[in-house]
């Protein structure tokens, strides 16, 4: 079956660090690749997406490329904040299903220090 | 793309009782997921929600104990039945941006249930 394995945290970073997040996937087919951030307290917001192999999504200064030879869509941030200690997870949507039903990885909090 | 606005926010109740939680979104929709997050963990879906039909459960959940009602393309409705300590939560409903699943998902803030 399909699966999503993420690195585990929490990842504690000083302010302007540099932020990877391992991501690797498991699937039949071509899924497409999504990371979604959970502020505390609040509910998912999706960060970016990759639909094909080799696509980069980006948004809010954060990138992952969609590695098919690799299986991973790492995410990556060249400067953090302190507003950007969130959980971060890393999902995909199940190619044989008609809906693309959401697998997520089990998450990974980063804090950010000042 | 859709908008979800998901109530109650939060609340506590006392083990045995039922707790109905309710999404509506600003557009139309087909499909609508539900997802129970415990505590430190991830996202789990519970069950996949289509206007006109009986809901689709996953593996380990049952309609006697989280009955679903979609009674339009813009609203639908979880409830957890007989609840336990075990079923504190967070409680989120989802739908595909843009009603297509590889434009992603868009979520309701979250039902974050507290049983006593």
């Known amino acids: 079956g399909n699966s999503v394995t993420q690195m585990e945290g929490p990842v504690t970073l000083s302010e302007e660090a540099f932020l990877t997040i391992n991501c690797t996937y498991t699937a039949t087919g071509y899924p497409s690749l999504f990371w979604y951030v959970q502020y505390p307290g609040e509910g998912l917001q999706l960060l970016l997406k990759?639909?094909?192999?080799?696509d980069k999504g980006s948004n809010k200064g954060f990138e992952a490329t969609y590695r098919k030879e690799t299986t991973s869509f790492h995410l990556e941030k060249g400067s953090v904040q302190v507003s950007d200690s969130a959980v971060y997870f890393c999902?995909?949507?199940?190619?044989?299903?008609?809906?693309?039903?959401?697998?997520f990885g089990a998450g990974t909090q980063v804090v950010v220090t000042p | 793309s859709a908008v979800i606005s998901q109530k109650p926010s939060r609340d506590i109740c006392q083990r045995g009782t039922s707790l109905t939680i309710q999404c509506q979104v600003d557009?139309?929709?087909?499909?609508m997921f539900w997802y129970r997050q415990q505590p430190g963990q991830s996202l789990t879906l519970i069950a996949t929600a289509n206007q006109g039909s009986e809901a689709t459960y996953e593996s380990g959940f049952v309609i006697d104990k989280f009955p679903i009602s979609r009674p339009n393309l813009t609203f639908s409705t979880l409830t957890v039945s007989n609840m336990s300590p075990e079923d504190s939560s967070i409680y989120l409903c989802?739908?595909?941006?843009?009603?297509?699943?590889?434009?992603?998902?868009?979520f309701g803030s979250g039902t974050r249930l507290t049983v006593v």
């Open positions: 999902a995909l949507s199940d190619p044989t299903d008609s809906w693309g039903k959401l697998q």
């Open positions: 989802s739908v595909p941006l843009g009603g297509k699943h590889v434009y992603g998902y868009t």
């Open positions: 557009s139309q929709v087909t499909m």
């Open positions: 990759a639909t094909k192999a080799d």
